[in-house]
C-alpha cells in the first residue's frame, strides 16, 4: 500500500494506509481483537470539523472490503484510536 492513498470522498482523505506483516504484534492484536490471524491493514485517517471517512467507505476504496453483497465475506473493522493533533 502507499503511504498516502487517493480521495475517499469530499475532503476526507485517508493519510496513510500501512501494511501490518503477519508478525508477534499482528497476532497479539489479532487475538485481542478475537479474530482469525491474518494480514492486517493499518489506516490513518483526517478528521476535520467536515467529519472524516467511515471505516466501510475507506476498505470499498482501497479495495479489501469484500463482496458488495450485504451476505458476503467483509473485511473486520476495528476503531482502536483517536488521536488528536494540535
Known amino acids: 500500500m502507499p503511504a498516502s492513498c487517493a480521495l475517499v470522498s ?3 482523505r485517508v493519510r496513510a494506509a500501512d501494511a501490518i506483516e503477519r508478525s508477534c504484534a ?3 492484536l489479532c487475538a485481542a481483537l478475537d479474530w482469525t490471524t491474518a494480514p492486517l491493514l493499518r489506516v490513518r485517517v ?3 470539523s467536515d467529519g472524516s471517512a467511515k471505516p466501510a467507505e475507506i476498505a470499498r476504496a482501497l ?3 469484500g463482496s458488495d453483497d450485504a451476505r458476503g465475506e467483509h473485511a473486520q473493522i476495528a476503531r482502536l484510536a483517536l488521536v ?3
Open 10 to 12: 469530499d475532503s476526507r
Open 26 to 28: 499482528g497476532a497479539k
Open 46 to 48: 483526517r478528521s476535520t
Open 63 to 65: 479495495g479489501v472490503w
Open 84 to 86: 488528536t493533533a494540535a
